[in-house]
């Protein structure tokens, strides 16, 4: 399984749509992290950047975010990878909790970034 945080100095950034970068953590069968690789992510708004489809392409099917749009919801869920919204902190300790089992869904979306195609970054 290959998880991806959107991050920032260490820390999940706190608004997915202006990562600069992406951590992509590769899981065995036994819920233990055994690679972390660095994806620098395109510019612009994470909806409108093709970020998802990158990911896909490496693997990924599950993104840990903080605070995220509808629109970058949806892209990521067209590319197959499901979104944990609400996660903070660093992002080292964001995928050892999910990995034990203390991450779930926050259930917020940005509101401001809920519609992809009405804003501009």
Known sequence: ???????????????????ENYAVYTINPENQIVNRTVIKGEEGCGCKSGIGAVLASEGVTLMLAGNIGGGAIHHLYTEGIEVIRG????????????????????????????GCDSHAH
């Open 87 to 114: 996660c903070s902190g660093l992002a080292e300790e964001v995928i050892v909790n999910y990995l034990n089992g203390k991450v779930i869904d926050g259930g917020q979306t940005c509101e401001q970034h809920a």
């Open 1 to 19: 399984m290959k998880i991806a945080i959107p991050f920032h100095n260490g820390y999940v950034n706190e608004h997915f749509g202006h990562s």
